[in-house]
């Protein structure tokens, strides 16, 4: 354990501006509290905080942060409070240690939605002060360290697993490389020991000797940099077991098709010279075609920056060069700690004006506007924090980054909110493509927007960051909420007048409090997902009279439909016109939403259409003569009277399905295709449901508008000589 002058010593080192009263106080002060607290190995408890403040030592942080981490215990484990702490230390470290205090009390409940709700509160704790953050990340490695001591096995796997998920992703972020390497491995050591002493011992049997190869290549290319002139400092490092082995598992190699165990780097003094000395190398050496990466023009979106080249090296062997100033070797190791007495002001936190590096946390802010419970936004932060990147251009030269496989879609989200939402197609170097389509590194990105669009519930299947899909999830299920709220609205008012009673807004005021929902939005979305049906509906507000008038009204329906389906088209005709007064119009709803179309009719504008409330989801719109609702019980109370009501400058495009049986010859599908797009129509699907010599079956999908427009397709595929017969298909 450090002891309090060394401490003092080794931040007065680098911090000109140390407050050595105020050090030796927090030294003195947290000793005090711990008192004779012991830790899971034995040790004192107070050896912990000294070492979280001596790991931040190493990382040059500020006074105000050594302080915090010698105090974060404190009020979580002694009796010493938060009003102490700021009476004492002042105000910046009480919201400092009071930030680091609320994450301990989280992390003390092993559920699972805690440790996202935990996570949530570092992401706001951090945005406020990133110094938050420094001091967790350091807490947690000295916890790791010691990790070995807590006797539960259990306990041992779920900290490692956080580690790893969490905790590490977090520290790359903030491109803390070497605090994010050894987090990893001391975690790795929990999850997979057995892997690791696997990968340990492969290290130690190719490095039998090999420390001599290390400096003899190490000695080789210093000389190569000498002889052009361009001094280097030449080292190298070799690869953690869990750096290793993950790469093995991401790459599907085995060690010995690894050719980056070790890494030598040059660190020279410009960046000029990092482009000289890669020219130097790439002359002398046999450069490996796909492995140069160039991270300065480019940098991570943590701010690292380099060169990584590989080439058939000395001796023949295939090594990774990586080539950076000692500015940015400094930064690559420290991370967000070499920029913070030149980047940051020390008395806020607040980041500098750069903040480049720090974009991503506000894309974590962003997700955690978009999400409505810890679990959600857990899960969209991983897939930000996880995946390797690529870096496209705007149209106008800004760099994006991206994870792996981000599209189009992704690369809008990332611009803005609102170009995300708007966006109706791209340009991909000057070429339109898909919005699904992978993005590859150099790509330029022209998004193409429309005031009209709105984000497809379907783009949540391809995209790939974390602000993309909970932007997107945000705004559909806003969407889906409204939907419901409309179709639960029309389903009440024609409640209320089948059983007598003058409908209106005020009048469900009223009679609020006979339901378990805060408002009356509520009680109509729980009516449009058919969680609450009409007969229920009306026996909570009209007890005895709603029920008879309810089961009367809505059973007329119920007893109809049936006959309907027995009778055909030869009964109830001169109720149509009545019963389509009182239905409910469909007009509006969006199809995917509160309203889904049966794929076993496939109903179209023209076709008498009923509904089915499904709960949770909506309604199930079928054909009246569809034969499924054949096998329905007359007694349901959730059959729901609806008709269409489109708009004529509108009507919406619907599928219509076509089964055709087509001559077996050259020619035959064009027709088919032909025919179909002459009558306005597009096909959205065709599939082969069986073949012979002389003819195919054929599942065709026709986009139209409505009944009038498919049957006159039909009737045009009829009269075409290649097509043997057209029928609308059902189901």
């Known amino acids: ?361 506000q894309g974590l802010l962003d997700i955690l506007e978009n999400t409505q419970n810890p679990e959600e936004f857990l899960e969209h932060t991983k897939l930000e924090m996880y995946s390797d990147q690529v870096f496209c251009f705007t149209p106008r030269g800004g760099v994006i980054a991206l994870p792996r496989g981000g599209t189009a879609v992704d690369f809008a989200y990332a611009l803005h909110t609102d170009v995300g939402h708007t966006c109706v197609g791209c340009k991909v170097n000057g070429r339109v493509a898909p919005l699904r389509t992978p993005l590859q590194n150099g790509d330029q990105v022209e998004i193409l927007r429309s005031t009209k669009a709105a984000p497809e519930p379907s783009w949540e299947s391809f995209v790939v960051t974390g602000k993309a899909r909970a932007a997107i999830r945000r705004f559909v299920r806003a969407e889906q909420r409204e939907e419901y709220r409309k179709l639960g609205r029309a389903i009440a008012d024609k409640a209320f007048r089948e059983s007598g009673h003058e409908f209106s807004d005020l009048a469900m005021e009223n009679v609020l409090n006979v339901f378990d929902a805060p408002t009356v939005d509520e009680v109509y979305v729980e009516l449009g997902q058919g969680h609450l049906t009409s007969r229920q509906f009306l026996a909570k507000i009209f007890p005895g009279e709603g029920r008879w008038r309810a089961a009367n009204a809505f059973g007329a329906i119920n007893r109809m439909l049936p006959a309907r389906l027995r009778r055909g088209n030869g009964e109830h005709r001169a109720s149509d016109q009545n019963r389509a007064e009182h239905a409910i119009p469909i007009q509006g709803l969006t199809p995917g939403l509160a309203v889904h179309y049966g794929e076993c009719c496939h109903p179209l504008p023209g076709d008498r259409i009923v509904g089915i409330a499904s709960p949770g989801k909506g309604i199930d719109i079928h054909t009246i003569d569809c034969a499924q609702l054949a096998d329905l019980p007359d007694d349901r109370d959730d059959w729901i009277d609806v008709r269409w009501d489109l708009d004529p400058n509108d009507p919406g495009v619907y599928v219509g399905r076509i089964d055709t049986v087509v001559s077996n010859q050259p020619g035959s599908l064009s027709s088919l295709s032909s025919v179909i797009a002459k009558n306005m129509g597009n096909i959205s699907n065709l599939k082969v449901t069986d073949r012979s010599a002389d003819f195919f079956d054929l599942q065709v999908d026709v986009e139209v508008a409505d009944l009038k427009h498919l049957t006159n397709i039909i009737a045009a595929l009829r009269a075409t000589p290649d097509i043997s017969s057209a029928e609308r298909l059902r189901g």
């Open 1 to 361: 354990m450090i002891r309090q002058f060394e401490l003092v010593e080794r931040v007065a080192d680098y911090d000109s501006h140390l407050d050595e009263d105020l050090l030796n106080r927090a030294y003195v002060f947290s000793m005090k509290a711990h008192g004779s607290q012991l830790r899971a190995s034995g040790d004192p408890y107070f050896s912990h905080p000294v070492e979280v403040a001596a790991i931040l030592a190493d990382y040059k942080l500020d006074c105000a942060t050594i302080v915090t981490a010698l105090l974060h215990d404190t009020v979580e484990d002694t009796v010493a409070t938060i009003e102490e702490i700021r009476e004492i230390f002042g105000e910046d470290i009480g919201r400092l240690v009071d930030g680091v205090t609320k994450l301990a009390k989280l992390e003390l409940q092993p559920e699972a939605n805690q440790q996202a709700e935990n996570f949530r509160k570092l992401v706001l704790a951090m945005s406020d002060d990133i110094r938050v953050l420094l001091v967790k990340l350091a807490d947690r490695l000295h916890n790791m360290r010691t990790l070995k001591h807590l006797k539960s096995k259990d306990k041992r796997l779920r900290i490692a697993t956080e580690t790893m998920e969490i905790y590490a992703p977090l520290a790359e972020r903030l491109g803390m490389q070497r605090l994010k390497q050894e987090l990893e491995d001391l975690a790795f050591a929990e999850q997979n020991p057995d892997a690791r002493q696997s990968v340990l011992r492969r290290l130690e049997f190719l490095h039998e000797g090999g420390e001599d190869l290390q400096e003899r290549v190490s000695a080789e290319l210093e000389k190569t940099c000498e002889a052009s002139g361009i001094p280097a400092e030449v080292g190298s490092r070799t690869k953690t077991p869990y750096s290793i082995w993950h790469k093995m598992q991401r790459n599907h190699v085995t060690f010995e098709q690894l050719s980056d165990t070790v890494a030598f780097r040059l660190i020279v003094d410009t960046v000029a010279d990092c482009y000289a000395v890669l020219g130097v190398v790439h002359g002398r050496y046999k450069m490996v075609p796909g492995r140069f990466k160039d991270y300065i023009s480019t940098p991570k979106s943590n701010n690292y920056q380099s060169l990584h080249t590989t080439v058939i090296g000395p001796e023949n062997r295939r090594i990774e060069i990586q080539i950076k100033t000692s500015m940015m070797h400094r930064v690559a190791e420290l991370g967000v700690a070499a920029h913070w007495q030149y980047k940051q002001d020390v008395s806020s936190g607040e980041l500098g004006n750069d903040g480049g590096q720090y974009r991503w946390l």
